[in-house]
């Protein structure tokens, strides 16, 4: 290391002993700024090598370095223990004790739900479709009237619901149906997406039933699209959630947004020969869906003349039941904690 002049290194060891004596952040920066600013023994150094002989000008920049170096490693190391003394000082007060136990953090999980929605959403998006979101609190055109569903239709009934105003015109969502009109508003086919989200029902709650819970909207329109193109779509949906193919089955299914409109059923995935989840049937009835109807289509701006389209309505909670074995819905938005713990998965 550089050697320093006498004088120098007694301009040194002043600076550090007023480090080492110093008790206050404030006072080290004092310190610093004298000895490095304009005037300062740091300053007048590099300021005098100009004048000096070429000589001894290396010399000079190394002295100001190390001088600089010293004092900020000791301004450093004294501030950290100016910090350390403040917080033993603070522990002391509050009677810290290293030996207690540190409190348990409890470490979160998702949601079963949130967990399935991803994965479908991997999936979905890995087939071109996208993911869309659409209001909670609805139009009444858009969740009934563009639907298919007039005012005096009596598939209304179904669907009984919160209205949010005294016109009747807001009403909370009953199913995700409403996001393929507002899907097919703002875009021209070819259409791909799905929606997933919370609904509401005026129920009354039971092991099944629930004024709250979740469904996944799924909408493709093109040209040509085909009662085909539906079936494959809806198995490959299946073989992602369950981990392998399940056969299906189409039965005829009554919902005014779709013509023909179909109850999808998968083979039971947990048993061969009929167990309590599809009620000793083998079958379990998970999709409803169908052939976009054209006064749907046309409700979003899409000529039926070019285009068709298929749609469906996945019960996500109750397919979040069967993959679990949760046998109670009211489970799925009880926030109890011992519940969720049950799912302690982070994906
Ligand atoms: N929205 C319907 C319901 O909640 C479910 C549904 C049926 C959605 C058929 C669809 C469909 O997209 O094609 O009961």
């Known amino acids: 290391m550089t050697d320093l002049s006498p004088e120098h290194a007694s301009t040194l060891a002043r600076l550090l002993a007023q480090v080492a004596a110093a008790s206050a952040a404030e006072d080290l920066r004092a310190i610093g700024r004298e000895a490095l600013e304009k005037g300062g023994v740091v300053a007048d150094l590099l300021a005098s090598i100009p004048t000096l002989p070429p000589a001894e000008r290396k010399g000079a920049g190394q002295a100001a370095n190390r001088i600089k170096a010293e004092l900020e490693a000791a301004i450093d190391a004294r501030k950290r223990e100016l910090e350390d003394g403040a917080l033993l000082a603070s522990r ?8 207690l136990r540190a409190p348990r953090v409890e470490r979160g999980a998702l949601h079963p739900i949130t967990q399935v929605v991803r994965e479908l959403e991997d999936l979905f998006t890995s087939m071109g479709f996208e993911v869309l979101d659409g209001p909670e609190i609805e139009l009444d055109w858009y969740n009934f009237e563009a639907l298919n569903i007039p005012r005096d239709h009596p598939a209304r009934d179904m669907q009984d619901t919160f209205r949010c105003d005294p016109a009747g015109e807001l009403v909370l969502r009953t199913h995700t149906s409403p996001v ?13 997406a799905i929606a997933p989200g919370k609904v509401f ?7 099944s039933h ?3 819970f979740h469904q996944m909207e799924g909408l493709v329109v093109d040209e040509d699209v085909s009662v085909g193109h539906l079936i494959h779509t809806m198995k490959t949906l299946l073989r992602g959630v369950f981990g392998k193919d399940i056969e299906v089955r189409l039965r005829p299914g009554y919902f005014p947004f779709v013509e023909p409109g179909f109850e999808l059923d998968a083979r039971c995935p947990f048993c061969k020969s009929g167990c309590s989840v599809c009620k000793q049937s083998t079958w379990i009835e998970l999709l409803p869906c169908g052939m976009v109807h054209e006064n749907v289509l046309r409700a979003g701006g899409i000529d039926p003349a070019k285009y068709s389209g298929f749609a469906f309505g996945l019960g996500l909670s109750r397919l979040v039941m069967l993959r679990y074995g949760i046998d109670d819905v009211r489970h799925l938005l009880s926030g109890d904690a011992r519940f969720l713990r049950q799912f302690h998965r982070i994906g």
């Not at 002391?92 to 030996?99: C, L, R, S």
């Not at 393929?180 to 791909?192: G, H, L, S």
């Open 201 to 207: 029902r005026q129920e009354t709650t039971d092991a």
């Open 210 to 212: 629930e004024h709250t």
């Open 180 to 192: 393929q009109v507002r899907a097919m508003e703002k875009r021209r086919p070819p259409i791909r």
């Open 92 to 99: 002391k007060v509050e009677g810290f004790d290293a030996t």
